[in-house]
């Protein structure tokens, strides 16, 4: 009979992060993406370039997105707009196809489902440049957690707070269901530090992509994507429970490597 041991997970699903998780910070997106949301509060709504880059950073840390502080403080822009103009012109020729991820994803038997704060036209866009699409049984996007409600005024429909998204509670919870998975056994890999804390305080098994150091609420952290089959073989042989103890040392030996490289 096969030995289980309580204190050690057995994944069924991992729940991935896009922008800095799935592809790596220096392909230069979040730079633009973070250029063009200041371009739009300046042009399209008129906010004082000085301060801008300040509000911006206060918006973002207390309501987790740019977009969702904008709402809460009272600024009415069309989310698609918004969208088109931040996500549309991004350098998405910088993502090429990484056929080392794509059969580390494909190789996994394991549920494999994506969870990003970006629209639809983004995520999908990102994962076929980088040649991922078919990887994943799911995306959970924006448009996802914030479904139009144009032709309901059903109460039930309205969402909780204008824009759902990470790192808030509701956005994870929202997750799970839609994504029917349990968050005891999935392992959820994020850049995000707040998001990484979020996920760890519902549930989740935690991995900190692109830091070669774990902070409160990772369980792991993890240079790079591409370290997953180091850091985590039992992933690929299902349930061998005799990996942690190696899934450890694995993980710690890559904090060591990186952090001497950085
Ligand atoms: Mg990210």
């Known amino acids: 009979m096969e030995f289980v041991n309580s204190s050690t997970p057995r994944y069924e699903c991992l729940l991935f992060d896009l922008d800095d998780t799935l592809y790596p910070l220096s392909s230069g997106l979040s730079d633009a993406c973070a250029n063009n949301i200041i371009e739009f509060m300046i042009e399209k709504l008129g906010i004082d370039e000085d301060g801008v880059v300040e509000l911006n950073q206060i918006l973002y840390k207390k309501y987790g997105t740019s977009m969702a502080g904008l709402k809460a403080v ?11 103009f931040v996500h549309g012109r991004l350098p998405y020729e910088n993502l090429k196809p990484d056929p080392v991820l794509r059969n580390l994803l494909l190789s996994l038997p394991l549920r494999k489902v994506v969870f990003s704060n970006g629209d639809e036209a983004h995520v ?19 448009e996802t957690l914030n479904p139009k409600i144009n032709d309901s005024c059903d109460a039930d429909y309205l969402p909780e707070i204008p824009v759902i998204c990470k790192p808030t509670e509701i956005a994870f919870e929202k997750a799970f269901e839609i994504a029917q998975l349990n968050p005891n056994t999935t392992l959820f890999f994020d850049d995000s530090v707040r998001n990484i804390q979020t996920g760890k305080a519902v549930g989740l098994h935690t991995v900190l992509v692109g830091k070669s150091e774990k902070v409160g609420g990772s369980d792991y952290a993890l240079k790079s994507i591409h370290n997953m089959k180091e850091a985590f073989p039992e992933l690929w042989s299902g349930s061998d429970n005799d990996k942690e103890s190696e899934r450890i040392a694995y993980t710690s030996q890559i904090s060591i490597e990186t952090s001497v490289e950085a």
């Open 74 to 84: 009272g600024y009415e822009f069309d989310n698609d707009v918004y969208h088109s």
């Open 124 to 142: 999908r866009k990102a994962l076929e440049r980088l040649d991922i699409e078919d990887c994943f049984e799911k995306i959970i996007s924006f």
